[in-house]
Every structure is written in C-alpha cells, then in structure tokens.
C-alpha cells in the first residue's frame, strides 16, 4: 500500500483531513512566520541576507519571502503541494549550509548550533518526503 497525503479539499471535513491538514500548517510554521516577518520588516530582511554574506541582499531576500509563503502555500492547500513541498527542502538546506556552519564555530554554542543544523537536516527530510508521496500519489492517479 503507497501512502498517501490527504488532499481532502477545505469543504469536506473528515478527521483524517483535519489531521493531515494541521501536520502540514505545523511543518510550514516557521516558513511562514520567516517569510511574513521578513515582508513587514523588509529592511530587517535585506540586513538578514547581509549578515550572512548573500550579496545582493534585495534579491535574495525577495526570493526567501515569496519561496517561504508560497512554498507553504502550496503545501498546505494541496496544490501542486509536491513542488512546494520539495522547494522548501532544498531551501531549507541551501539556508542551512549558509547559517548553520557549526563546524566553525568553538565553544558552548558549537553543540547547539550543530543540533539545530541536524534539525534541519530532519526538516528538510520531512518536505521530501511530503513531496515524494505526493508526486507519485499525482501520478498514481493519472495512470
């Protein structure tokens, strides 16, 4: 039996839809508190993208905004949830290997910047999974 991802549409409630529609407002929490924080604090946003040598900031900041929204989105209303779901993957590792370089740290913070970059690592694993039942799921359907 392939496992599937409710894709239960918001005006059919069942438990399961509820369920599955929840785990994915919570796997998308943070992406969508990132991305709204940095659209009302645009500034803030850009000097995030500087602090973390992306140059230029202006872009890169945009395209963290509108990858993170959108990304969830599209997880969390089952459209094309497969492509949302494997693009905050890979921008959840890309963001990590930028900000999370634990490896050169010392010191007392070392070990929890290398947790919280191993969380991510599981993050990440959890969109491509999201992504890899939906796509074959979609295709299943077709055929």
């Known amino acids: ?6 894709t239960t549409s918001p005006s059919t409630v069942t438990a399961s839809g509820v369920v599955s529609r929840l785990c994915l407002v919570l796997l ?3 992406y969508l508190q990132g991305g709204l924080d940095k659209a009302f604090d645009f500034p803030s ?11 230029p900031a202006l872009p890169f900041a945009l395209v963290a905004i509108i990858g993170e929204i959108g990304g969830s989105v599209l997880v969390i209303t089952g459209y094309k949830r497969w492509l949302g779901a494997a693009y905050l993957g890979i921008f959840t590792i890309v963001a990590t290997l930028v900000a ?3 490896w050169e740290m010392t010191g007392p913070g070392r070990m929890m910047a290398e947790n919280g970059f191993f ?22 359907d077709k055929y």
């Open 119 to 140: 969380e991510h690592l599981g993050l990440a694993g959890a969109f491509f999974l999201v992504a890899w039942i939906d796509f074959r799921t979609r295709v299943q």
């Open 28 to 30: 998308c929490a943070a």
């Open 100 to 102: 999370g370089r634990f």
């Open 1 to 6: 039996m392939t496992p599937t991802i409710s």
């Open 45 to 55: 946003a850009i000097a995030e993208m500087e602090r973390f040598g992306l140059a």
